[in-house]
């Protein structure tokens, strides 16, 4: 049976001057996962926007044709109504929060459908364990971080059991155990509940396996419906930015069609004798490059940013940092990592002078210039040439989009017109704090971040990044600490903290077993020609030299 359908549907934003959906025809079954991808502003939000209903009811604009979800037509039909077959996660959590504690948030939707005391208590137990939230019950989600919020907001969504569930970037905010947890979790749902699953995101390496279809969209427009494998055949050639980090390295390797995932891409390269040896568990072959701390900071003098003996504590008593040591050098370009409110953005926002510490001390050489996860706080103008100056709205790449409003723009531009506006003052910032600052945005947005990263850190800016995403900390860190319980826990070049692991990995670093000290495909591919070359020397040498035959010493 057909759960989704959309029906030549065609649609433009207000003020637009391309459609964002294109003529548009799809139909997805119950029980299927699809995942949808593209590039920011191919159509992926749009698409779930006018699955829900929302678009065009909320955003208005130009729409025509017709969508159908689980039987009900979206122009007879209003959100509302859409919801009791359909749950939606937004890019933005924040914005679907409406009541005051986890609990009362997870209960609403159901109260909403008249069910009983004993049906409700038992859907928020069942929600709040699947998520692993079970401890956020009784907190208020004012107080929530980032990726704890996105995942009560899925909870609200998943409570009801809807037919099927659209989630636009559902794993941006989530740490990498959080996150590959919840993909799983979709499939387990997808599998016994029969529920169908439409998930878009950036990050394809978390949910190409578990999906059985992925149907990438450009402009509006379906340009692959395949297979995951199938789609990363189509991506080498047609949209190289789609291609995941092991793809890219099994590409970079000769390996055709690409596996898919980490498990197949591992396979692939033992099969045909490119893997190299797995690296020691105590990191041993990045250790001897590791360059020691005091080095590291000599370079520099004085201190851009330096927290001692800080603490953040609630009123409750809970404490988010617990006796934080810190110090950013004018340059350093260092990432900050660490499982959900583990007290990152705390951390930043007690920087930048937005929350007090309990106790301990700040010390900043000059503005702090923060960009915090919910970049729709940062657009307050009615145009998108109004947030900001013709110079920062070019260095953002928005300039063509000056006259849209900020709300109709995709996640990742709005994430990149906030860095903007963080950025655009007379005096230049002493140390930037960027909070998550790759959701919503593809890898061509991630590439750029990176590169304005370094330009910061030239510039003289220390650049401090909260990020749940490996390849961005792999392109643009020299420096990664590691976050727990409020506390520091590791200080490190990338390679030390990324090499190894399994889930603070790189895909390419998980591939290949930490070998190396390789993160990214192409560091990987250049590991692999090495093994290679070394196993043809090899094997020449015992051409050169052939050992006697079995037995024939003895016979002599």
């Given at each position: 049976?057909?759960?989704?359908?959309?029906?030549?549907?065609?649609?433009?934003?207000?003020?637009?001057?391309?459609?964002?959906?294109?003529?548009?025809?799809?139909?997805?079954?119950?029980?299927?996962?699809?995942?949808?991808?593209?590039l920011?502003?191919?159509?992926?939000?749009?698409?779930?926007?006018?699955?829900?209903?929302?678009?065009?009811?909320l955003?208005?604009?130009?729409?025509?044709?017709r969508?159908?979800?689980?039987?009900?037509?979206?122009?007879?039909h209003?959100?509302?109504?859409?919801?009791?077959?359909?749950?939606?996660?937004?890019?933005?959590?924040?914005?679907?929060?409406?009541?005051?504690?986890?609990?009362?948030?997870l209960?609403?939707p159901?109260?909403?459908?008249?069910?009983?005391?004993?049906?409700?208590?038992?859907?928020v137990?069942?929600?709040?364990?699947?998520?692993?939230?079970?401890?956020l019950?009784e907190?208020?989600?004012?107080?929530?971080?980032?990726?704890?919020?996105?995942?009560?907001?899925?909870?609200?969504?998943?409570?009801?059991?809807?037919?099927?569930?659209?989630?636009?970037?559902?794993?941006?905010?989530?740490?990498?155990?959080?996150?590959?947890?919840?993909?799983?979790?979709?499939?387990?749902?997808n599998?016994?509940?029969?529920?169908a699953?439409?998930?878009?995101?950036?990050?394809?390496?978390?949910?190409?396996?578990?999906a059985?279809r992925?149907i990438?969209?450009d402009e509006?427009?379906?340009?692959?419906?395949?297979?995951?494998?199938?789609?990363?055949?189509?991506?080498?050639?047609?949209?190289?930015?789609?291609?995941?980090?092991?793809?890219r390295l099994?590409?970079?390797?000769?390996?055709?069609?690409?596996?898919?995932?980490?498990?197949r891409?591992?396979?692939?390269?033992?099969?045909?004798?490119?893997?190299p040896?797995?690296?020691?568990?105590?990191?041993?072959?990045?250790?001897?490059?590791?360059?020691?701390?005091?080095?590291?900071?000599?370079?520099?003098?004085?201190?851009?940013?330096e927290?001692?003996?800080a603490?953040?504590?609630?009123?409750?008593?809970?404490?988010?940092l617990?006796?934080?040591?810190?110090v950013?050098?004018?340059?350093?370009?260092?990432?900050?990592?660490?499982?959900?409110?583990?007290g990152?953005?705390?951390?930043?926002?007690?920087?930048?002078?937005?929350?007090?510490l309990?106790?301990?001390?700040i010390?900043?050489?000059?503005?702090?210039?923060?960009?915090?996860?919910?970049?729709?706080?940062?657009?307050?103008?009615?145009?998108?040439?109004?947030?900001?100056?013709?110079a920062?709205?070019?260095?953002a790449?928005?300039?063509?989009?000056?006259?849209?409003?900020?709300?109709?723009?995709?996640?990742?531009?709005?994430?990149?017109?906030?860095?903007?506006?963080?950025?655009?003052?007379?005096?230049?910032p002493?140390?930037?704090?960027?909070?998550?600052?790759?959701?919503?945005?593809d890898?061509?947005?991630?590439?750029e971040?990176?590169r304005?990263?370094?330009?910061?850190?030239?510039?003289?800016?220390?650049?401090?990044?909260?990020?749940?995403?490996?390849?961005l900390?792999?392109?643009?860190?020299?420096?990664?600490?590691?976050?727990?319980?409020?506390?520091?826990?590791?200080?490190?070049?990338?390679?030390d903290?990324?090499?190894?692991g399994?889930?603070?990995?790189t895909?390419?670093?998980?591939?290949?077993?930490?070998?190396?000290?390789?993160?990214?495909?192409?560091?990987?591919?250049a590991?692999?020609?090495?093994?290679?070359r070394?196993?043809?020397?090899?094997?020449?040498?015992?051409?050169?030299?052939?050992?006697?035959?079995?037995?024939?010493?003895?016979?002599?």
């Open positions: 049976m057909t759960v989704l359908a959309f029906e030549r549907v065609s649609y433009r934003y207000p003020g637009a001057d391309r459609l964002a959906l294109d003529d548009l025809s799809l139909t997805i079954g119950e029980g299927e996962f699809c995942v949808l991808a593209g920011s502003a191919s159509g992926k939000s749009t698409l779930l926007g006018a699955a829900c209903g929302i678009v065009p009811r955003h208005g604009g130009e729409f025509a044709g969508v159908t979800v689980g039987g009900l037509d979206t122009r007879d209003g959100p509302g109504a859409v919801a009791a077959v359909a749950g939606v996660l937004f890019q933005d959590p924040e914005t679907q929060t409406v009541m005051s504690t986890v609990r009362a948030e209960a609403f159901l109260e909403n459908r008249g069910w009983n005391g004993a049906a409700i208590a038992r859907g137990e069942e929600a709040a364990l699947a998520l692993g939230i079970e401890d019950l907190r208020a989600t004012h107080e929530l971080s980032g990726g704890e919020l996105q995942r009560v907001a899925l909870g609200a969504a998943l409570v009801g059991r809807p037919r099927v569930v659209l989630l636009d970037e559902p794993t941006s905010q989530l740490d990498p155990v959080a996150g590959d947890e919840l993909i799983w979790l979709l499939r387990r749902l599998e016994e509940w029969g529920m699953v439409v998930l878009a995101e950036h990050r394809l390496e978390r949910c190409l396996a578990a059985d992925v990438a969209l509006g427009r379906v340009v692959c419906d395949a297979d995951p494998a199938g789609f990363l055949g189509w991506a080498k050639t047609y949209a190289p930015l789609l291609q995941t980090p092991a793809a099994a590409a970079a390797v000769g390996i055709e069609p690409a596996p898919v995932g980490v498990k891409t591992r396979a692939a390269l033992r099969e045909r004798g490119l893997l040896p797995r690296a020691a568990v105590d990191g041993g072959d990045t250790a001897a490059r590791r360059p020691r701390r005091s080095e590291r900071r000599a370079a520099s003098t004085g201190a851009a940013l927290l001692r003996g603490w953040f504590e609630w009123p409750d008593g809970r404490a988010t617990r006796g934080v040591d810190l950013l050098r004018p340059g350093e370009r260092v990432a900050l990592m660490g499982r959900n409110g583990a990152k953005s705390t951390l930043l926002r007690c920087a930048a002078g937005l929350a007090k309990t106790r301990g001390r010390a900043c050489s000059g503005r702090a210039a923060l960009l915090l996860q919910h970049p729709a706080d940062y657009l307050l103008a009615d145009r998108v040439g109004d947030e900001v100056s013709a920062g709205l070019a260095t790449g928005l300039s063509a989009l000056a006259d849209r409003h900020p709300h109709d723009l995709s996640g990742g531009e709005r994430q990149r017109l906030a860095l903007a506006v963080v950025l655009d003052a007379p005096e230049p002493a140390v930037v704090l960027l909070d998550e600052p790759t959701r919503g945005m890898r061509s947005a991630r590439e971040l990176g304005q990263v370094r330009e910061l850190a030239a510039a003289g800016a220390a650049v401090l990044v909260t990020t749940h995403d490996p390849e900390v792999a392109t643009c860190a020299e420096r990664v600490l590691l976050m727990a319980e409020g506390r520091l826990i590791a200080d490190a070049p990338p390679a903290v990324l090499g190894g399994w889930y603070f990995a895909e390419t670093a998980r591939v290949l077993g930490g070998a190396g000290g390789a993160l990214l495909p192409e560091e990987g591919a590991l692999c020609d090495v093994v290679q070394s196993s043809l020397a090899m094997t020449g040498e015992r051409n050169l030299n052939p050992e006697p035959a079995a037995g024939a010493e003895a016979r002599a």
